[in-house]
């Protein structure tokens, strides 16, 4: 069975989504998009997989967003891919696929929705947020918080 993360190693989010994956036994595939971007076709298939609109995929924190003026509506999806594909820091991330799909995991925990196999143990975020019991269940949100 294979998982591959669209991984930044500076993103906090993307370390907890690899965390959660590793906790979960499994080694994924790491690639790490911006030393190696994926081909305007597999991000093409990637986003169809997601199911989610190509604006969605689209980074705007510590990205040339609005200098390339990504925000305006009229923009087609392919002028979208174009700038993904000229600035790969534009896609967001983490990015991951396996055999129960492929999702945008932001947050982290959304990892868990397609990770074939359960958490092993307890797992907190690097903020400390407890995502996993010592059973290896997921934590209820305290929806007073």
Known sequence: MTITIFHNPACGTSRNVLALICNSGEEP???????????REELVDLIRRMDIPV???LREKGTPYAELGLGDPSLTDDQLLDAMMAHPI???RPIVVTPLGVRLCRP????????????????AKEDGEAVAGADGQRVAKDSAA
Do not use: H, M, W
Not at 32 to 37: A, D
Not at 108 to 123: H, M, N, T, Y
């Open 29 to 39: 595939e790491i690639v790490e998009y911006l030393k190696t971007p994926p081909s």
């Open 55 to 57: 604006r969605a995929v």
């Open 90 to 92: 534009l896609i967001n």
């Open 108 to 123: 982290s925990e959304a990892v868990l929705d397609i990770l074939p196999k359960p958490q092993r143990g307890a797992f």
